[in-house]
Every structure is written in C-alpha cells, then in structure tokens.
C-alpha cells in the first residue's frame, strides 16, 4: 500500500494533535498499522501498532495513556490521537504497514513493509 501521512504542526505543552495516515490499495484492511516517530539527531522508533481489525493495540510506555491508535477500514485510514504533549513528543512521525500474516514483532522498524512521508510535530513548552 502507498501510505500518505497529515495532520502535524506546532503545538503547546499539554496541548492535542490527531494525525492521520491515509493508504492507497485495496490491502489495507488486512495490513497490521503502525506508528513510529524520529526526533532529530535520533533513531526512529516505535510509538503505536493497532491489527487489521482494530481489536489490539500496543503502544511504547512513553505514550500509554495519551495516544491512542484507530483505524477506519471503510476509509483506509489510521490515526494517532495524541494529548498531554510533551517537548519530547517532538519528532516526526511515520505510518507504516504491514501484512497481518507477517510474524515479525510489531514494534521493530523492519517488520514493516511500506512507509508514508511523513508529518511533523513540534511541541513547544
């Protein structure tokens, strides 16, 4: 699937953002989802992953407790809903997809297949 990623900006300290990733193809409601991030200077890592059905969800413990991950398959599309901001929130953020048939973990960047552009996030303090 070819994967399109929105929705960043500038936000303050305890503020909310919602980013969306909308994916191309006819896939996407068999694709494992995943959200992964990349501050500067830093490697990207694993932020969210939600199944094809939206009934599991894992999230780093960085994140557990303000972001939450959903998924719309009639629109082809996956979400981060992101709240008490912090700086370190700071990054930009990837969707990625996968097959759900594929066994690798879901928090490991090579796992997944295919990889949106990208939207940033700045949190100001």
């Known amino acids: 699937v070819q994967l399109q990623a929105f929705g960043g900006g500038l936000v303050q300290a305890g503020g909310s953002l919602r980013v969306s990733c909308v994916a191309s193809?006819?896939?996407?409601?068999?694709?494992?989802m995943g959200w992964f991030r990349q501050a500067p200077g830093r490697e990207r890592e694993f932020v969210a992953s939600?199944?094809?059905?939206?009934?599991?969800?894992y999230y780093t413990d960085s994140v557990k407790g303000r972001f939450t991950i959903s998924r719309d398959n009639s629109k082809n599309t996956v979400y981060l809903q992101m709240s008490s901001l912090k700086p370190e929130d700071t990054a930009v953020y990837y969707c990625?997809?996968?097959?759900?048939?594929?066994?690798?973990?879901?928090?490991?960047?090579?796992?997944?297949?295919?990889w949106g552009q990208g939207t940033h996030l700045t949190v100001s303090s």
């Open positions: 939600i199944s094809w059905n939206g009934g599991t969800t």
């Open positions: 990625a997809a996968r097959s759900s048939s594929y066994s690798g973990a879901y928090y490991l960047r090579t796992s997944y297949r295919d």
């Open positions: 193809g006819r896939t996407f409601s068999r694709c494992l």
